[in-house]
């Protein structure tokens, strides 16, 4: 395996990151919930998770200015363009899966 220092591994990881969240802009027909029940994890969870390493370093970002990031644009605005009421099925299996389970987004 080569060995990675931990700067070019934090460069290396904060790219995967950035590369994610543009997929995830650009695939905004993949509603949350679905996110959820096939990946345990949404938009929302990555925000919270920017949002808990903010806070581990002391910094004071807000959660929406976080979403913000995430999504592109604000969160209430992302909702009115993408998101669609959680059909029956969907919330039927987010309550029937592991994430269903966790407090999320």
């Known amino acids: 395996m080569t060995e990675i220092d931990q700067k070019t ?11 994610l969240t543009k997929h995830l802009r650009e695939r905004a027909e993949v509603q949350n919930i679905d996110l959820m029940n096939l990946a345990g994890f949404c938009r929302n969870c990555l925000s919270n998770w920017l949002k808990d390493a903010a806070d581990e370093r002391g910094l004071n970002i807000g959660k929406e200015e976080l979403r913000t990031q995430v999504y592109g644009m604000p969160y209430d605005d992302w909702k009115k363009l993408n998101q669609r009421e959680a059909s ?3 919330l039927k299996a987010f309550a029937q899966s592991p994430a269903g389970q966790q407090k999320h987004g």
């Open 88 to 90: 029956p099925e969907q």
């Open 9 to 19: 591994q934090t460069e290396l990881e904060a790219a995967a990151f950035r590369r």
